[in-house]
């Protein structure tokens, strides 16, 4: 089974810090996805990466970067928590890019920003 | 602009009744569908695609869909509703090579 793991399932932080969101997948994926997830809102695209050291931006990039140095981990970055990105991150990976591919998903980390 | 419509934020079924969510999607073309389903604190798991042949797709835990391009609509239809498929579901479509586009979800609760 493909397994996509994420550092943390919740997350207390202040505003103004630094934050560091870690993903894991065991499968060889070449895609991964970081998503945000608000009620109402759906799933927003924030970020992906289509190999090691490449990423595009998604739909709400601002306030956020990330980092692919193993094409395992996909890491996503707060560089300045703020309280507006109090929300769900979801991590998600597929094998390859072709649009009928599943994608999987992390557990989530449910992330507070005070 | 390309564009998932589920327009059931909320439904409630009784244990053992028949359920359907609607989704709707705006295309040029024939998409790369999708319905996945998040229980809580969970993250989302896919039930099943479509992407060629039979309209008709049968999915895990007895959902299946059905595409109609007239309608633009990939709906998801279970005949007898149980008590843990409370949940949130999310249609999602793959028009691209890489990016895929989310509905905003549909929470379902069961009444035992």
């Known amino acids: 089974d493909v397994k996509v793991t994420q550092s943390s399932r919740y997350l207390v932080k202040r505003t103004g810090e630094k934050v560091f969101l870690e993903c894991v997948q065991d499968?060889?994926?070449?895609?991964m996805f970081w998503y945000r997830q608000d009620p109402g809102l759906g799933l927003r695209l924030i970020y992906f990466?289509?190999?090691?050291?490449?990423?595009e931006k998604g739909d709400i990039p601002e306030g956020y970067s990330v980092s692919r140095e193993k094409k395992e981990r996909f890491s996503l970055i707060l560089e300045s928590a703020s309280t507006n990105q109090t929300s769900m991150y979801l991590c998600?990976?597929?094998?390859?890019?072709?649009?009928?591919?599943?994608?999987?998903f992390g557990p989530g980390t449910r992330l507070t920003v005070l | 602009a390309q564009s998932v419509t589920q327009p059931d934020i909320h439904i409630t079924v009784s244990e053992g009744a028949s359920l359907e969510l609607r989704c709707n999607y705006s295309?040029?073309?024939?998409?790369?569908l999708f319905w996945y389903v998040q229980s809580p604190g969970q993250g989302l798991q896919l039930l099943l695609k479509?992407?060629?042949?039979?309209?008709l797709v049968q999915g895990i835990k007895g959902f299946e869909a059905e595409f109609k391009r007239s309608q633009s609509s990939f709906n998801l239809r279970k005949p007898s509703v149980h008590w843990s498929d409370a949940a949130e579901y999310f249609c999602?479509?793959?028009?691209?090579?890489?990016?895929?586009?989310f509905g905003t979800g549909t929470r379902l609760k069961v009444l035992a």
């Open positions: 990466s289509y190999d090691v050291k490449m990423k």
């Open positions: 998600a990976s597929t094998p390859r890019r072709l649009a009928r591919d599943t994608q999987y």
């Open positions: 499968m060889d994926h070449e895609n």
């Open positions: 295309y040029g073309a024939t998409p790369y």
């Open positions: 479509y992407f060629s042949g039979d309209t």
């Open positions: 999602a479509v793959g028009p691209g090579t890489y990016k895929y586009i």
